[in-house]
């Protein structure tokens, strides 16, 4: 169904900036790059599908079935998101609140050009019919210059981010998180807040670049699909399937980065014993380990990696690995349903979570929360969480990120609220 050429190559940084900058071209864009930070389980350095041959997009009546179809026929390379509204596919739930965005609640779509990087190699997967444009495109893409410097933003496109609430709303509105935490009804839920700008243009791949500068993180993705984009600098896998192996890498925990080594790893020491980020991430690795038990092999259900501490250009963070064997005959769409939306996300017990977040927050979550990812012709996959990104409608001039945090019953409102003023800290940069 594809052709296949590998090419070596002699500068594979310059090239990537090449390769993401000749994408523009199309309507359909999916960049995945790793940032050479493979945690673990990597399989690329940076994946590009561009161009839709085939696509799927849908509300989530039905989504997952229409997901699981569409994969099972292309049997292809597919790209695309889960938003976290597919909950009200998996479970009787409702998402009611405001969305500025309007994103589809899922698309997927089967690319007509895939690129893919391993250190100096670079496979292009051409489907047959347009395999006679893989030597001019790699030509064409070899001598494109790409600027170093940016180009000044335009003043006048500049609005002011805008909180969806306020802090007082927000101290609230943990308060009553709280209560029904002491009341039994949840043990820990995960609760965000919206920041936006209304009526304003971006350069969404200029953004993206500077997102990416400031983060650098394990799954970033640049996804265009028609007027919806998404600039991410995610440092969290949902789900990955290799094999009969499924992998999930939940975070909980976080601590800010110093510039004085001494003391950043001296934060990183303290988050590590940090008991309040230690129950909030063993808390949700046991959802996670039930939520794979649906699907996985007897006994196969591992916790590879407890609350290890990793740090990225931003921040530190607190990560768990759980692996599992998936039972024979489960589709891998199943896979995905049977633990979607991921538990990082939601909360435990998880239905519950998902209900007190939609009474409390004040935005549909949309993409955000969600996932981002691919599927290969053998039914592997690999999602990351869509955390630490920027969504924008270009149709509707809206732009959109949202920031959170798990909350237990040792939450303290405001050292939640200067959490989420420290994630939301790469997304206010690029857009300020």
């Not at 596919?89 to 609640?105: H, Q, R």
């Not at 936006?196 to 983060?215: G, K, M, Q, T």
């Not at 064997?325 to 996300?345: C, K, Q, Y």
């Not at 979570?353 to 996959?381: C, H, N, Q």
Request: net charge negative; with cysteine; aromatic share 10%.
């Amino acid at each position: 169904m594809r052709t296949t050429t590998i090419f070596t190559l002699k500068e594979p940084l310059r090239f990537k900036k090449q390769l993401l900058q000749w994408s523009k071209r199309f309507e359909e864009i999916a960049w995945l790059d790793s940032n050479n930070y493979h945690q673990n389980h990597g399989e690329f350095d940076a994946l590009l599908a561009v161009g839709a041959f085939t696509a799927v997009k849908t509300d989530y009546h039905q989504a997952f079935a229409k997901l699981q179809e569409y994969q099972q026929t292309t049997k292809d390379w597919i790209f695309g998101y889960l938003s976290y509204d597919l909950k009200n596919d998996v479970e009787n739930l409702s998402s009611k609140n405001f969305d500025g965005l309007a994103f589809p609640d899922l698309y997927f779509f089967q690319p007509q050009k895939l690129f893919l990087l391993k250190g100096d190699q670079l496979e292009m997967r051409y489907l047959r019919m347009l395999d006679d444009e893989i030597e001019e495109d790699f030509s064409e893409i070899l001598n494109l210059s790409v600027a170093d410097s940016h180009q000044p933003k335009r003043d006048d496109l500049k609005a002011k981010i805008q909180s969806r609430i306020s802090k007082e709303e927000y101290l609230q509105k943990l308060d009553k998180m709280l209560a029904y935490i002491q009341r039994g009804d949840i043990y820990e839920a995960n609760f965000c807040q919206e920041f936006f700008v209304d009526n304003r243009e971006i350069e969404p791949f200029e953004v993206f670049r500077d997102l990416n500068e400031i983060s650098g993180p394990p799954f970033a993705t640049f996804l265009k699909l028609e007027e919806h984009y998404l600039l991410s600098a995610s440092p969290e896998r949902y789900l990955k399937k290799i094999g009969s192996k499924l992998i999930s890498q939940p975070i909980k925990g976080t601590a800010r980065r110093s510039k004085n080594p001494e003391e950043d790893l001296q934060i990183a020491k303290e988050l590590s014993k940090d008991p309040k980020e230690q129950s909030e991430n063993v808390m949700i690795v046991d959802l996670v380990r039930n939520d794979l038990s649906k699907i996985a092999k007897k006994a196969s259900v591992n916790v590879d990696e407890l609350c290890k501490v990793y740090s990225f250009k931003q921040v530190h963070q607190m990560i768990s690995t759980i692996s599992a064997e998936i039972d024979n005959g489960i589709p891998p769409v199943e896979a995905l349903r049977a633990t979607f939306p991921m538990g990082s996300m939601t909360g435990a017990p998880k239905i519950s979570a998902m209900k007190i977040i939609e009474e409390l927050e004040e935005t549909k979550r949309g993409l955000y929360s969600g996932a981002v990812g691919y599927f290969t012709p053998e039914g592997d996959f690999d999602f990351n969480v869509v955390i630490r990104s920027i969504l924008y409608n270009s149709n509707k001039k809206y732009v959109s990120f949202s920031v959170g945090g798990a909350i237990t019953a040792g939450s303290i409102p405001e050292k939640e609220y200067e959490e989420c003023l420290l994630k939301a800290l790469a997304m206010r940069k690029v857009l300020s």
